[in-house]
Antibody, heavy 120, light 112 residues
Framework: EVQLVQSGAEVKKPGESLKISCKGS????????IGWVRQMPGKGLEWMGI????????RYSPSFQGQVTISADKSISTAYLQWSSLKASDTAMYYC?????????????WGQGTLVTVSS | DIVMTQSPDSLAVSLGERATINCKSS????????????LAWYQQKPGQPPKLLIY???TRQSGVPDRFSGSGSGTDFTLTISSLQAEDVAVYYC????????FGQGTKLEIK
């Protein structure tokens, strides 16, 4: 069974750093991209970026370039999303999702989401 | 960047009736070399992650009921639920992956 299991909810203060994770199982982790999607409270979905765990090739949305860092460790089938200095506006649910390497590039499996709350 | 605009923002339909959601892209998402539209539809129920319903604009994901169908090409697309069930109450999103991916703003579907 394909699963993407994300790390638990986080409560942080502005200026703090954070790294959340997404662990894949039930499939070959290096046969798919892993993407990250933001959903701010009560709002829609925003595509943040994507990584190929095989060689860590990473693409970012211009809106998120320089604001976050996406990484992966293929040895433990885990992708990461990290911030060096959080802002209150980073408060959101963050989803990871799997995307085929070629052909159709929709997100066919999603993690359960990680809620990040940034508040002083 | 390709901007995806859905209509309507919200929709109330009676049980058993047809529901239609539209999605328009600011430029074509049809890739001429393979004649595929790089467009997907997702369903998101409260407190849950999105679920893939349709990809390539009209291909139903495995396990998705056949009352869900996708149509359209180029810049104009439609998600149709042929006979609304109570469990279809959700927010629906279109998603283009022709270039830097983007989502529509979502359409909230409720029971009338």
């Amino acid at each position: 069974e394909v699963q993407l299991v994300q790390s638990g909810a986080e409560v942080k203060k502005p200026g703090e750093s954070l790294k959340i994770s997404c662990k894949g199982s039930g499939y070959s982790f290096t046969s798919y991209w892993i993407g990250w999607v933001r959903q701010m409270p009560g709002k829609g979905l925003e595509w943040m970026g994507i990584i190929y765990p095989g060689d860590s090739d990473t693409r970012y949305s211009p809106s998120f370039q320089g604001q976050v860092t996406i990484s992966a460790d293929k040895s433990i089938s885990t992708a990461y999303l990290q911030w060096s200095s959080l802002k209150a506006s980073d408060t959101a649910m963050y989803y990871c999702a799997r995307q085929p390497l070629t052909g159709d590039q929709s997100f066919d499996y999603w993690g359960q989401g990680t809620l990040v709350t940034v508040s002083s | 960047d390709i901007v995806m605009t859905q209509s309507p923002d919200s929709l109330a339909v009676s049980l058993g009736e047809r529901a239609t959601i539209n999605c328009k892209s600011s430029q074509s998402v049809l890739y001429s070399s393979n004649n595929k539209n790089y467009l997907a539809w997702y369903q998101q129920k409260p407190g849950q992650p999105p679920k893939l319903l349709i990809y390539w604009a009209s291909t139903r994901q495995s396990g998705v009921p056949d009352r869900f169908s996708g149509s359209g090409s180029g810049t104009d697309f439609t998600l149709t639920i042929s006979s609304l069930q109570a469990e279809d109450v959700a927010v629906y999103y279109c998603h283009q992956y022709y270039s830097t991916p983007s989502f529509g703003q979502g359409t909230k579907l409720e029971i009338k």
